[in-house]
């Protein structure tokens, strides 16, 4: 599994084929964002048919956001290369 994950290059491209692919809403969102401007921390939800499947705090919001589709990915139990989500 972890050779897996390591072969994916960005989960949130891979959560957002499988979404497309599978007729999915998926859309991430800024839950918070705490911190002065030099030290902010984001917190980002990965929101799956309107259900939060994933979500990650960073310094940035791309790193939060990659952080929040690969626990969505887990989440959704997907598999590299599948069309289905488990579960």
């Known amino acids: ?3 897996l994950q390591n072969s994916i290059v ?3 491209s891979e959560l957002l084929e499988w979404a497309a ?3 999915q809403s998926v859309h991430f969102r800024v839950a918070s964002e705490s911190g002065k401007s030099h030290a902010r921390q984001y917190e980002i939800e990965v929101l799956c048919n ?3 499947k994933g979500s990650a705090k960073a310094s940035s919001k791309k790193k ?4 929040a589709a690969q626990a969505a990915y887990k989440a959704l139990n997907l598999n590299h290369g599948s069309t289905k989500a488990g579960g």
């Open 50 to 52: 309107d259900e939060i």
């Open 21 to 23: 692919k599978n007729r």
């Open 64 to 67: 939060a956001e990659e952080l």
């Open 10 to 12: 960005s989960h949130k």
């Open 1 to 3: 599994l972890n050779e």
